[in-house]
């Protein structure tokens, strides 16, 4: 017998099972609905999983504890530092739902049994509101399946949700979905809460927004935008398709995760991991946090701007690297290039202010943590010719793009990095109850979007504020779904 038969009904359907599908789980099933939740992949958490994993949130017990007086409305302001060229695009009552919930959706993690570090400062945001996950992004997924499990959520992953099933009221009436290679049509009493995640890498989404960006791969490859095509065939419509993040330049992340970075995110790890940070000089805990760093990260892009150069497969350098680079790189042998600078730059970026990355747990991430737990993408010679053969260059050709200044050895390389969209903000249109809207803002009856699809363009720039809208908004959809109501 199949182990998933019985799936033909539930009160709530969820379409995905990342932060906000299992947020909205969760939710509904605590509202007293029976919940199915539809994964594609053969384990829950899509990109949430993938994530550096931070949250900002204003007016956290963090903060109160750190002596941080901050508010949603201070929140709210310093987002617009963030929006650039689209700031007149933005859905401010969206904004809104996140900044005024964000607290909340932080304490109800900690609840569940994730641990967070900080608040860390995080400019322009005028207070310190960055909260990072311990030990890693996987505690999400970790945390969220357990605690859907315990409220009877049925979770089924390796299950591709194909389209949503129209009823004669012009609703949702469930899903048809690939199950154990057969397509299967499932009944939703109450509601399908659309939680499938962005489109970073579905090329015919970004066809039609982006056409420049369409072969740039997203970092999460099955971020396809399945919910946006499901929603549009039924009547929805997309907003702001065009705010997409990238190409960006990301190192891979790590071939194979180290026996420590497989461990799972338990209660008793973050908990250790929290008191090593307050109680530890930065010099032992580091090492120590950043042993469990399994998200693929991006370096700033200070590091070009202060006179790292960017050299392909070949050895050669290819851009002005005063501007954006990652078409550049996407064009060359392999789509792969490396940064190479010398000690000066490699001084200034060992220490705060200037991170090479984002990262998680500990905020930032400098060269000497890349040196020490990166070495797949670490390098370094006392002269071109021996850096290139530390990373695999071909020296003459270095040599030749290193020749046209001074430089202070020794040497240093990260790479290879690639160009990749990292997360798109283009979401349905929806109401501050997260219901799907049709082109002319009338409500598709009994269907509901979260996390990324479900945007409703908010345009979350900045570090902190996807995941935080992720669950902020799934729990918001999963209880309106099962209680059939509006905010
Ligand atoms: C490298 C990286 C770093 C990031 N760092 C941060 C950070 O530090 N802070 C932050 O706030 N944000 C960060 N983000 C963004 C953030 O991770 C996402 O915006 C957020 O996790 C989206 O959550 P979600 O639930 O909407 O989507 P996801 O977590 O992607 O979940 C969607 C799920 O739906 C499933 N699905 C899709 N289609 C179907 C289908 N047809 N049928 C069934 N299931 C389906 C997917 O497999 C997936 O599991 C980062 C993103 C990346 C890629």
């Not at 959706?105 to 945001?125: I, K």
């Not at 989404?205 to 039924?234: W, Y």
């Not at 929290?274 to 805990?285: E, I, Q, R, V």
Request: a positive charge; hydrophobic letters at 45%.
């Amino acid at each position: 017998m199949s182990p998933h038969v019985g799936i033909d009904a539930a009160d709530v359907v969820v379409v995905g099972g990342g932060a906000s599908g299992l947020a909205a789980a969760i939710e509904a099933a605590a509202a007293g609905a029976s919940v199915l939740v539809l994964e594609k992949n053969t384990a829950p958490g899509g990109s949430s999983r993938l994530s550096v994993g931070s949250i900002n949130a204003a007016g956290s017990r963090l903060q109160q504890r750190a002596g941080i007086v901050d508010t949603p409305d201070e929140h709210f302001e310093d987002m617009d530092h963030f929006m650039g060229a689209f700031a007149s695009k933005d859905n401010l009552a969206l904004r809104r739902v996140l900044v005024d919930n964000a607290a909340d959706t932080l304490h109800w993690l900690m609840s569940l049994g994730l641990s967070f570090y900080g608040p860390t400062a995080d400019p322009p945001h005028r207070h310190p509101r960055m909260h990072n996950v311990l030990p890693n992004s996987r505690a999400y997924p970790y945390y969220l399946s357990k605690e859907a499990k315990r409220r009877g959520v049925r979770l089924v992953c390796g299950a591709e949700v194909l389209e949503l099933l129209r009823a004669d009221d012009g609703g949702v009436r469930g899903v048809a979905a690939r199950v154990d290679g057969r397509r299967v049509e499932i009944v939703a009493r109450r509601g399908v809460v659309l939680c499938a995640g962005d489109y970073s890498n579905g090329t015919e989404m970004k066809s039609r927004f982006r056409p420049e960006l369409a072969a740039i791969r997203g970092v999460n490859p099955t971020a396809t935008g399945d919910g946006h095509r499901m929603a549009e065939a039924i009547g929805a419509r997309i907003v702001n398709g065009e705010v997409v993040y990238g190409p960006g330049l990301r190192f891979g992340a790590p071939d194979r995760p180290s026996l420590v970075q497989r461990l799972p995110p338990s209660w008793a790890l973050g908990k250790l991991m929290s008191l090593a940070l307050a109680t530890l000089p930065a010099a032992l805990f580091r090492p120590f946090v950043m042993s469990f760093m399994t998200a693929s990260l991006g370096p700033e892009a200070a590091l070009l701007k202060s006179g790292a150069v960017l050299v392909n497969r070949d050895g050669r350098r290819f851009v002005d690297e005063q501007q954006p680079p990652g078409l550049a790189i996407a064009a060359q042998p392999g789509g792969q290039a490396w940064l190479v600078f010398d000690d000066a730059v490699a001084r200034r970026f060992s220490a705060p202010p200037h991170a090479v990355s984002t990262a998680p747990g500990v905020a930032f991430a400098y060269l000497p943590d890349y040196r020490r737990h990166r070495k797949d993408l670490y390098g370094t010679g006392e002269t071109a010719e021996a850096l290139a053969h530390a990373v695999g260059l071909p020296a003459e050709a270095l040599e030749d793009a290193l020749k046209d200044r001074a430089w202070r050895s020794p040497l240093h390389a990260l790479g290879p990095l690639e160009a990749r969209i990292v997360i798109t903000d283009g979401g349905l249109a929806v109401n501050v109850s997260h219901q799907v809207l049709r082109a002319d803002d009338s409500v598709i009856p009994r269907l509901y979007a979260a996390g990324a699809v479900g945007q409703g363009g908010a345009l979350l720039a900045g570090n902190g504020h996807h995941i935080c809208w992720a669950v902020t908004s799934g729990r918001r959809a999963g209880r309106l779904a099962a209680n059939g109501a509006a905010a």
